[in-house]
């Protein structure tokens, strides 16, 4: 009797681990150069997303700084503030990592493949790798600190 009551326990509480394990990308990132953060939430699809939340200039000119990098002439004029930056991250328990995701990058309009992880246990720490055409070696990684 033992035995099962322990293997149900045990069906019970992995998946209420993995679930948080999952959820520790939630939350607001400082991204490399400390110049924006990102909020990092999870839809109701179950996807990863990460939206510019904070610029340390959100202003050029004395108006909102747009996505002037961007090559579609309608979303070069969409503000930076709130551009979604982490798009359809899903959780992968294996490989304990957000995998199949996409990165933007305001600073030359365009998107990457991506995924992202944390190191030994240390989750105030995000790496992201964004890479291109499926070869994860012709890629960038950037780190962000968990905004504190």
Do not use: H
């Not at 939340?53 to 909102?64: A, H, S």
Request: net charge neutral.
């Amino acid at each position: 009797m033992k035995k099962y009551l322990f293997t149900a326990i045990t069906l019970l509480l992995v998946p209420l681990f993995l679930y948080a394990q999952a959820d520790k990308i939630k939350g607001t990132w400082v991204t490399e150069k400390g110049t924006s953060s990102v909020e990092v939430t999870k839809d109701s699809d179950g996807f990863y997303n990460g939206k510019v939340n904070w610029l340390e200039e959100p202003n050029e000119y004395g108006k909102p700084k747009v996505d002037e990098e961007n090559g579609d002439p309608e979303l070069a004029k969409r503000p930076i503030m709130g551009l979604p930056l982490l798009t359809g991250f899903t959780y992968d328990s294996k490989k304990d990592r957000w995998i199949d995701g996409s990165i933007y990058d305001p600073d030359n309009g365009k998107t990457y493949d991506c995924y992202a992880w944390f190191d030994d246990g240390n989750y105030d720490i995000l790496y992201i790798k964004g890479y291109v055409a499926g070869i994860k070696a012709l890629g960038r990684k950037t780190v962000w600190k968990a905004k504190k």
